[in-house]
């Protein structure tokens, strides 16, 4: 298996076709739902769907760019993490991940994305990363805070905000 980078803790890879069953069973967690609605899978065929999609676009190494993260010492897939553009905006991409609750509260989420957001800003020379997490997420913002990201605005009315709640937009430069 060849891993695009590792941290003490995780181990960060394309996804696999074998990969949608854990990743629909670990989006299919409350806190998934509750965070990250938009990003649950209706059924383990859109998950499926969802990982060949992951894999033609870092395959052709373009955005969005997802990829699954594996638990270096079990080697199970506990979570993911990945960056899409930001309309308009060359340069600016908005990155996500997600931690299973099993090993949730470990500063695994913290590991991840410090690493994600220096291996992004040098494989596509980013200026800029945005985090946006639903307005109530305590433990996300505590993440992008510690990472360095600084809250820059509150958005409401986003389509990844079905809840009406308001989305918190932090950000941090990469060069």
């Known amino acids: 298996m060849k891993y695009l980078f590792q941290t003490e803790h995780l181990r960060i890879r394309r996804f696999e076709a074998e990969d949608a069953r854990q990743l629909y069973k670990n989006h299919l967690e409350e806190e998934m739902k509750q965070w990250i609605p938009n990003e649950s899978y209706e059924s383990l ?14 395959d052709e190494g373009h955005l969005p760019y997802v990829l699954a993260v594996e638990h270096r010492e079990t080697g199970e897939l506990i979570g993911d993490t990945g960056v899409n553009e930001v309309e308009g905006a060359p ?15 470990l500063g695994y989420a913290t590991e991840l994305l410090e690493a994600m957001t ?13 985090g946006r997490v639903m307005k109530g997420n305590e433990a996300s913002v505590k993440v992008l805070e510690k990472c360095g990201y600084v809250f820059l605005r509150e958005e409401h009315d986003a389509e990844d905000d079905p809840y009406g709640r308001g989305m918190l937009v932090y950000g941090k430069g990469c060069l």
């Open 45 to 58: 065929e859109e998950a499926a769907g969802a990982i060949a999609f992951y894999q033609s676009c870092v």
């Open 91 to 105: 340069g600016e991409v908005e990155i996500g991940y997600s931690i299973c609750r099993k090993y949730s509260g």
């Open 118 to 130: 220096r291996f992004v800003g040098e494989l596509f020379g980013v200026q800029v990363l945005y």
